[in-house]
């Protein structure tokens, strides 16, 4: 059987209490839909149990369990279940509080540069409570966000959360995480090796998206062929080049962030914190891109939600 099969309704059979509501994605793990719960609004996530889906979705509780930050989602109120089916195979099935909003991924872009400082403070924000914690992301990319609002995001999907004290939840010397939006770091030091400066080169990828539409490793002006090369080897072009509106202290912050060497990112949180702040207060909520037409508005849309879907017609 696989993860599209999961009929919901053996999942409400076993817990009377929930309301299924609307399917909302069946992702690359997980089958997630909205759900209410004794009158509350949550999204039930379903996963075929599998050694490694099993550790993974572990992760995921544990680290909502212990990170409380208004940029995480947190864990719903029914522990993780266990459902054996009559066709042998098992699912594992959690609440998890639903947030209300767009994800990143279907965002138009260009966005408007206030809410690109705020996505990249509230991502820092989260980041930071995560490593306070003394986890990491390794999976920041457009569809593990979500817009709340045009001031609030929040960052979803820690089930590769990494903790380099616990148990590693994937092979050792195997790359985890989404090609087009992994960190140098992670394609080249062992995992135990990483920290927060790697969610911080991701969250550059995340924002140069952000702000110009483009993905810094792969636009029309990236040499074709392999992402993971262009990650390694290609000092991404200006985010200026494709949004001339950009201001420069913009362009400044995400090009520090997608630095190669992580010694010439940001440091820390409050490094981080120090440079977006000023932006979010001297911002003007505008567009910035005036005068684009709802068409080239949809083709980027399709785009971005096709790239982060591994469906691009171009190699990531
Ligand atoms: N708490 C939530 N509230 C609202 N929508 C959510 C929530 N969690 C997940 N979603 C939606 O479901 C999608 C998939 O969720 P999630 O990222 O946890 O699963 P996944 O299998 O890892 O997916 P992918 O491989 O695409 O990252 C998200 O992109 C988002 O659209
Ligand atoms: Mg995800």
Redesign the pocket.
């Known amino acids: 059987m696989e993860l599209s099969q999961i009929d919901p309704q053996i999942i409400v059979d076993d817990c009377p209490e929930l309301i299924l509501g609307q399917h909302l994605k069946t992702?690359?793990?997980?089958r997630v839909w909205r759900c209410a719960y004794k009158g509350k609004a949550y999204v039930m996530k379903a996963l075929m149990v599998g050694q490694e889906t099993r550790r993974r979705v572990r992760r995921e509780i544990q680290v909502m369990r212990a990170c409380a930050s208004p940029y995480l989602p947190k864990f719903g109120p029914i522990p993780l279940r266990e459902l054996g089916l009559k066709e042998g195979p098992k699912i594992l099935y959690f609440l998890e509080e639903y947030i209300e909003g767009t994800p990143l991924a279907s965002v138009y872009k260009p966005m408007p540069y206030a809410e690109v400082a705020r996505l990249g403070l509230c991502l820092a924000e989260a980041l930071a409570t995560l490593a306070t914690n003394g986890y990491l992301h390794r999976?920041v990319?457009p569809?593990?966000v979500i817009r709340k609002s045009p001031t609030h995001f929040i960052l979803?999907?820690a089930?590769l959360a990494l903790d380099p004290d616990g148990d590693a939840i994937t092979m050792p010397g195997k790359v985890v995480g989404t090609r087009a939006y992994l960190s140098p770091d992670q394609i080249t030091l062992p995992q135990k090796r990483l920290d927060i400066r790697s969610d911080f080169f991701c969250l550059g990828s995340v924002l140069y998206e952000a702000a110009t539409g483009e993905h810094p490793f792969w636009n029309d002006e990236t040499p074709k062929g392999d992402i993971i090369h262009n990650i390694l080897s290609f000092e991404c072009i200006s985010p200026v080049r494709f949004n001339a509106h950009l201001p420069n202290p913009y362009a400044t912050i995400i090009l520090k962030l997608l630095r190669k060497n992580r010694d010439e990112r940001y440091l820390d949180f409050k490094e981080l914190h120090d440079a977006l702040a000023p932006l979010v207060q001297d911002s003007p909520n505008r567009s910035l891109a005036k005068g684009e037409s709802e068409a080239s508005k949809r083709r980027n849309v399709e785009r971005t939600s096709a790239r982060d879907q591994g469906t691009s017609r171009r190699r990531i």
């Open positions: 992702g690359g793990q997980k999976d990319k569809m593990n979803i999907d089930g």
